[in-house]
């Protein structure tokens, strides 16, 4: 009895001491920088696997860990350095986050209680870049594996699309999953993500930008709904990661994604009845005719079948409408889930040069491409809203053409009536007969001159190119530009200046009323119309800006024919 005393004394004693060594083996082992995310790991989903940054290849599961601080220093701002200089985001803030940083978690808390397959596929995370900042990309990389189910991500496919520094990359293949791949020319986001992809092993590919984090539970729902129907490409809802103080917001759930006949991406609000089933329904998926781009996951073998990213586009731009078109008309489908949550950066200015004419022209060039394979007798709206575009050379598109053709993919037509009928189409414009909606006073017109936001708008010669002279006045009372995503807006100090704004539906400011009989454009708000006589006489008479006035019937100066076509 002694002799079993002695041993369970002698057990319980190595157990009681075992405790703190182990602790403090962990501690170590997940290195000082984790003693938080630990912390964190309670406010976890269970199946998160805190699996933060294991160096992979270690044969004898060594307990090493990368050292993330060395790798974000060596790339540090330099003392008195602009900290936007480089990103175009506040490089100082991101530099001094951690990587594991507690985020808010933004779902709709019914999404907690979405059943989900326990079967579910794994995915390969494709991420390309070109002179990301590496605490960024580094932060993208653990939100990936920290908030996702370890055994649904296969790997995190790098593409170094030739950033200046190959060891930004190459670093990164020492973390447990990475693989790192690296273009040795600059080929652009496209060509890169095609890299990625065809180098991918698992079932789903999900395309994140470099400079993303994602949220709890952010993955399976993505998953979910692929397995369901292999043709459908899903995007989480993007939150926002506020680039100059990397705070993480929630995004509107009630927005898909749209575009004018510009071909510029914008967010739109749902159509009521849409808003009205998501009151009842806030975790069904949102059906959208466009996607941002950036974040999206889709079968692998459905992202090839139909024609993964046309290989000569270059740099950036206009990818995301080719792929949402393609999708739709060739028999899938777009989707935003509301339960699935992953931030993103958004910048105001790209960071990075443009090889190749610039970004305006590459944007274009890509845009183009599009337009002319995908869009029919609609692209004579595009080249009314952006004429420049006309002079853009487009190269040979005889390879998609042909892929739209084997794909038995349906009209442009189709795509307009089921699934953005919100987008106004100008009556005639398919035949590509009539000039764009104009609001003339005799031969002049009334001009955004392209000088952009906070800018006046002028009077100038009528062109019949559409482009800054062309303007719709929508349902909701907005006079809206075509071509660019500029509304009129009165400002209402004392001079009554009318200037192109961000439209912004429900800014009592941006709302018009046209009378027909009167001919006059009356601001609601202030009960002032549209007025072409400025202050200003020295102005040239055909660059005046126009103001907001008393109305009057009689006056010539305040007559305006909204000619629609
Ligand atoms: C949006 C998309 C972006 C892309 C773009 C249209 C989101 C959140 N972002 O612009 O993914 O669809 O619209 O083209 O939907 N990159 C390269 N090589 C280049 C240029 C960029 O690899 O030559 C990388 C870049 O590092 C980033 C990604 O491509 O990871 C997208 O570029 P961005 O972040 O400048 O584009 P963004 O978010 O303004
Ligand atoms: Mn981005």
Redesign the pocket.
């Known amino acids: 009895v002694r002799r079993k005393t002695k041993i369970l004394i002698f057990v319980s004693l190595v157990w009681i001491l075992s405790i703190p060594v182990y602790l403090l083996f962990s501690r170590n082992a997940l290195g000082e920088e984790y003693n938080e995310g630990l912390k964190l790991k309670s406010n976890f989903s269970p199946n998160e696997v805190p699996s933060m940054l294991r160096l992979s290849n270690s044969e004898k599961q060594e307990w090493r860990y990368f050292d993330e601080r060395k790798y974000i220093e060596e790339k540090s701002l330099r003392v008195g350095e602009d900290p936007y200089r480089r990103n175009k985001f506040n490089q100082a803030i991101s530099d001094s986050l951690k990587t594991n940083r507690p985020i808010p978690d933004t779902r709709h808390p019914a999404c907690q209680n979405v059943m989900l397959h326990d079967d579910l596929p794994s995915a390969s995370v494709i991420?390309?870049?070109?002179n990301?900042a590496r605490s960024a990309l580094l932060r993208t990389i653990v939100s990936v594996l920290n908030r996702s189910p370890e055994k649904l991500i296969k790997e995190i496919i790098l593409v170094d699309?030739f950033s200046d520094d190959a060891s930004d990359g190459e670093e990164l293949e020492k973390l447990e999953k990475v693989r790192v791949l690296r273009n040795d020319k600059?080929e652009?986001?496209m060509r890169?993500r095609v890299k990625g992809a065809d180098a991918a092993e698992a079932e789903i590919l999900v395309f994140l930008?470099?400079?993303c984090e994602c949220n709890v539970g952010w993955l399976e729902p993505l998953l979910q709904r692929i397995v369901e129907d292999r043709m459908r490409v899903v995007s989480p809802t993007?939150d926002v990661i506020d680039l100059d103080n990397f705070q993480y917001k929630a995004a509107s759930s009630n927005l898909k994604g749209g575009f004018d006949w510009n071909l510029v991406?914008k967010w739109v609000r749902l159509t009521p009845s849409e808003r009205e089933h998501r009151e009842t329904h806030p975790t069904d998926s949102i059906r959208t005719p466009m996607i941002?781009?950036?974040?999206f996951a889709i079968d692998r073998r459905f992202f090839e079948k139909l024609g993964k990213y046309d290989m000569q586009m270059n740099?950036?731009?206009?990818?995301?409408f080719e792929i949402s078109f393609r999708v739709w008309s060739c028999g899938g489908s777009l989707e935003i889930l509301p339960c699935s949550r992953v931030g993103?950066v958004?910048?105001k200015q790209?960071p990075?040069s443009f090889p190749g004419g610039g970004g305006g022209h590459v944007f274009m060039y890509n845009t183009r491409r599009t337009a002319e394979v995908w869009m029919d007798e609609y692209k004579t709206l595009y080249y009314k809203a952006v004429p420049l575009a006309q002079r853009v050379p487009i190269g040979d598109i005889s390879e998609r053409l042909a892929l739209r053709k084997s794909l038995g993919c349906k009209p442009f037509s189709w795509y307009l009536e089921n699934i953005y009928p919100e987008l106004r189409v100008p009556s005639e414009s398919s035949g590509g007969g009539k000039s764009f909606p104009e609001l003339k006073q005799g031969s002049l017109c009334l001009d955004s001159l392209g000088k952009g936001y906070s800018n006046p708008i002028y009077l100038y010669p009528c062109h019949g190119q559409g482009g800054n002279q062309a303007w719709a006045l929508t349902s909701n009372g907005l006079l809206e530009n075509l071509n660019g995503q500029g509304c009129l807006e009165l400002q209402m100090g004392s001079t009554l200046n009318v200037i192109h704004a961000l439209c912004s539906p429900h800014n009592p400011n941006q709302m018009w009323t046209y009378l027909e009989k009167q001919l006059m454009l009356k601001h609601q708000n202030s009960q002032m119309c549209l007025d072409s006589q400025s202050n200003n006489e020295l102005l040239d008479l055909n660059s005046r800006p126009v103001i907001a006035r008393n109305c009057r019937p009689d006056s010539a100066s305040q007559k305006w024919f909204l000619t629609t076509s």
């Open positions: 991420i390309t870049f070109h990301e699309d600059r652009g986001l890169s930008d470099s400079h993007i991406f941002a781009g950036g974040l740099i950036w731009g206009g990818e995301n993103h958004f910048r790209h990075y």
